[in-house]
């Protein structure tokens, strides 16, 4: 089964003289859609000086009509009259076709790599990573202070990663809790 298989695309063109507020609306819309578990993609893009638009695609119509009715949606309404010429064109479409990050993992550098355990994961982690676990499974790595290497050893610590279904829980365990920092020139006091 396909991750998406709803999307929604939204064409947008803004007012004279209003194009740089509605490109600071798109951007700061963002945060809020990284809040939305049922958007699986989601571009704010820009396809002429005052023609902008929004693509974003769904595992369902559930999840596509939850983001209808949510906030960056209510957001966007709001202020319609004020930063676009004309209101939005929202297009509902259907995906028949989509690669997408998590199901091209193994050209992912970042992407965490099996252990001995056909199960298991290892994940590599610098001081400031985030880890999330999606409900699917996905295993998403976002640092944004310090970009990932590539190279494991440049990891602070390496965790494992399995799902138990029977006990349907999530477990972790320390592979390797201090990196060796060959990949720096220097080591730093609070590295």
Request: hydrophobic share 40%.
């Amino acid at each position: 089964m396909s991750m998406v298989t709803v999307a929604l695309y939204v064409e947008l063109e803004a007012k004279p003289g209003k194009e740089p507020e509605v490109e600071t609306f798109l951007r700061d819309a963002l945060p809020m859609v990284q809040q939305e578990p049922a958007t699986t993609a989601w571009f704010a893009i820009r396809m002429g000086p005052s023609t902008f638009g929004i693509f974003d695609a769904f595992p369902d119509e559930a999840g596509r009509q939850t983001h209808l009715s949510g906030r960056v949606a209510e957001a966007l309404m709001a202020r319609a009259s004020e930063l676009f010429a004309q209101p939005p064109k929202i297009q509902k479409i259907d995906a028949l076709a989509a690669k997408l990050p998590s199901q091209a993992a193994s050209r992912n550098p970042t992407r965490p790599a099996r252990t001995g355990n056909s199960q298991e994961e290892r994940i590599p982690m610098q001081v400031g990573s985030e880890l999330r676990i999606k409900n699917t499974g996905e295993i998403v790595i976002d640092n944004p202070e310090v970009e990932l290497a590539v190279e494991p050893r440049a990891a602070d610590a390496t965790l494992a990663y399995r799902f138990n279904r029977d006990a349907n829980e999530h477990v972790l365990r320390l592979l390797e809790p201090v990196a060796d920092h060959q990949h720096m020139r220097v080591h730093r006091r609070d590295d």
